[in-house]
């Protein structure tokens, strides 16, 4: 599988960005897809995962409320909306993709198999 992100760039503090992932592959029922970010100097944190089958969706605190998750079956992508974006947005999001994730691993980066390459968010104040 391989994940393919786009629509990062640099916007003001307050500002909105989406961001796209898509897979090379059919997104299976099973297939949970989420974004990681990293920040200069900093470790990769979870910011947000879905469920393909039934679209639960899981969302750091640090953007619930301002980000917000979306899919196109038909183009196997998933969007996350980013609005009211702040400065400590700022790093280079990734997506992952995996479809043998238990719920209560979703937020672990080390259980996710697939990953796309890096898009930089950059946002000013």
């Known amino acids: 599988v391989q994940l393919q992100a786009s629509g990062g760039g640099l916007v003001q503090a307050g500002g909105s960005l989406r961001l796209s992932c898509t897979a090379s592959?059919?997104?299976?029922?099973?297939?949970?897809m989420a974004w990681f970010r990293q920040a200069p100097g900093r470790e990769r944190e979870f910011v947000v995962a879905y469920n393909w089958s039934g679209g639960s969706t899981w969302y750091a605190d640090s953007v619930k409320g301002r980000f917000t998750v979306s899919r196109d079956n038909a183009k196997n992508t998933m969007f996350l909306q980013m609005n009211n974006l702040k400065p400590e947005d700022t790093a280079v999001y990734y997506c992952?993709?995996?479809?043998?994730?238990?719920?209560?691993?979703?937020?672990?980066?080390?259980?996710?198999?697939?990953w796309g390459q890096g898009t930089l968010v950059t946002v000013s104040s």
């Open positions: 992952a993709a995996d479809s043998n994730l238990i719920v209560s691993s979703v937020r672990d980066e080390h259980q996710y198999d697939y």
């Open positions: 592959v059919r997104t299976r029922s099973r297939f949970i």
